[in-house]
């Protein structure tokens, strides 16, 4: 089985080079572009023969420019306990983050719709345990609830999908459509609450 380039030879120089070509990757889709792998070389003043060592075609690359963050939650140490303001707290760190990464979201959501796509990071399921994180107090206050189903529920609407749709269909502006998803995260725990049941 052959050896991957990088893990030969000058291992901390060719991770700083594959970090500057990320690094790159990420300006350039944050500028709007979709870049190749020669123009991240560009942008990061390294050889085209040299870039493509690392990542053989673009679908790699832009891969590899999703963000890398997964932390365990996205709420803080000191985050409400109560169910309603504790998921208020979680859908505006949510919608920060997506809006933080949504050039990088975006690009991996139109590589997630090419047909026979690798499965890529964005559809994981990394913010539906974030979701189940910040209703954990349910357990106590509304046994009945499916917390699981309804993290799915608040998922399916109000991720980054979403987001892109409210802002370039329906012409919102980021802060109307975060506002937006907040109050469909709400009205989905409200109802789950009420009833039990949720739409997923």
Same mark, same amino acid.
């Given at each position: ?9 000058? /291992?901390? +120089? ?5 970090? !500057? ?13 979709? $870049?190749?792998?020669? %123009? ?17 075609? +673009?679908?790699?690359?832009?891969? !590899?420019?999703? =963000? /890398? *963050?997964? $932390?365990?939650?996205?709420? $803080?140490?000191?985050? =409400?306990?109560? =169910? ?18 949504? $050039? +990088? ?10 047909? %026979?796509?690798?499965? =890529?990071?964005?559809? +994981? ?5 974030? *979701? ?7 357990? %106590? ?5 499916? !917390? ?8 399916? !609407?109000?991720?980054?999908? /979403?987001? *892109?749709?409210?802002?370039?269909? #329906? ?8 506002? /937006? ?10 109802? #789950? ?8």
């Amino acid at each position: 089985m052959a050896t991957p380039y990088e893990s030969t030879g000058r /291992t901390a +120089q060719k991770s700083r080079t594959r970090l !500057a070509l990320v690094a790159a990757t990420r300006e350039l889709l944050a500028a709007g572009l979709t $870049p190749k792998v020669e %123009d991240a070389a560009e942008r990061a003043g390294i050889s085209r023969t040299t870039a493509y060592r690392y990542f053989p075609n +673009q679908r790699s690359l832009l891969m !590899a420019a999703h =963000p /890398t *963050i997964s $932390p365990e939650t996205l709420l $803080p140490a000191d985050a =409400p306990t109560d =169910p309603t303001a504790r998921l208020d707290a979680f859908m505006t760190a949510f919608t920060a983050y997506n809006f933080t990464w949504e $050039p +990088q979201l975006r690009t991996s959501l139109r590589l997630s719709l090419e047909p %026979d796509a690798d499965r =890529p990071v964005l559809r +994981q399921g990394r913010a539906i345990g974030w *979701i189940a994180d910040a209703l954990t107090p349910l357990r %106590d206050t509304d046994p009945h609830v499916d !917390a699981h189903r309804l993290a799915v529920a608040i998922r399916s !609407a109000t991720g980054i999908e /979403t987001l *892109i749709w409210l802002v370039d269909i #329906a012409g919102y502006s980021r802060e109307q459509a975060a506002e /937006t998803v907040r109050a469909t995260a709400h009205a989905l725990l409200a109802a #789950a609450r009420r009833t039990g049941v949720t739409a997923a």
